[in-house]
């Protein structure tokens, strides 16, 4: 998160051990466009599903919600399919995560594994 604020992204953390009913709830009164859920401790499968459901049964299924943290590779395609839309495990470069999280937010970025134009 802090690398995030300091490559300019506003970010709002949550306290930790936030249910998925109290994080949908602080992403909406904080008018949020994504999401970045942490998962530790193996919740990943049910919490990270909830939240989805929280944010859509709000009407806000736009939000998009990544996850972080230790994530077995083999459950990815399991929270692809629940609506994550970014997975960042251990030892993603921070950067591409940034650029990942851009394309997501429909900012005018290459697509991933193209460089960007510079003019000189």
């Known amino acids: 998160a802090s690398a995030f ?3 300019g992204f ?5 306290p930790l051990f936030q249910t ?3 994080t949908a709830r602080m992403a909406l009164e904080c008018e949020v466009d994504a999401v970045g859920a942490s998962s530790l401790a193996a919740g990943h499968k049910t919490l990270i599903p909830e939240l989805i ?5 709000a009407d806000r299924g736009d939000i998009k ?3 972080g943290g230790v994530i077995p590779p083999q459950d990815y395609d399991f929270l692809k399919k629940a609506g994550v839309q970014g997975i ?5 470069n921070v ?3 940034a650029a990942d ?5 429909g900012h005018n970025m290459p697509p991933a594994g193209e460089e960007l134009e510079t003019t000189r």
Do not use: F, K, N
Not at 10 to 14: A, C, K, T
Not at 53 to 57: E, I, P, T, V, Y
């Open 53 to 57: 459901g929280h944010l859509r049964d």
């Open 20 to 22: 998925p009913e109290e």
């Open 88 to 92: 960042y495990g251990p030892g993603t």
């Open 5 to 7: 604020a300091d490559m």
């Open 65 to 67: 919600v990544v996850a």
């Open 95 to 97: 950067v591409e995560a």
């Open 10 to 14: 506003e970010v709002i953390s949550g």
């Open 101 to 105: 999280l851009l394309r997501l937010l």
